[in-house]
């Protein structure tokens, strides 16, 4: 397989994944996100595996192609909530030259076996509204809307 955990040494190809990222991103809402380079303490973070954080990347011939990094969580502390272990799906990415290659599915299915593996009773994502190619994946994928996040930009 070509999924494997990420290392301090992969960390300037997921740096470069994650401008790739932040546009896409500022493109679907320009009124809320930019174009960005992610936080470097927190990469590094996030490849030591501290803070419950994990990072899968997808490698083909020597270069990162794609990464998707999780986070497991506990259950917010309201009484209404049932007492759940959640793996959070924080950020998931493919070069554009390599979707439609089934490596997002494939990040997606490393990232269910590693929930499954650290007891999470659940995975869950957010997706930009206008994302609708993402979107599309986790539905393939099995993921369900639970909740919408709604906002109004004030004139």
Known sequence: MNIRKATSADLPQIKALYS???????NYEPDYLQPALQDEDFLRKV????DNLVA????IDGQVTGFAIAKLEESP?????IPLTCMYLMDIVVDETSRGKGIGK???????????EQ???YLELSVLAKNTLAEALYLR???ETFTKSMRMKIE
Do not use: T
């Open 20 to 26: 790739l990222l932040f546009e896409q991103l500022a």
């Open 47 to 50: 490849v030591a595996a501290e």
């Open 56 to 59: 899968f990347i997808y490698v």
């Open 77 to 81: 502390p309201y009484h209404c909530f």
């Open 106 to 116: 494939a990040l997606i299915e490393r990232v269910k076996q590693w929930s499954k």
């Open 119 to 121: 007891g999470a009773d």
């Open 141 to 143: 994928e099995g993921f």
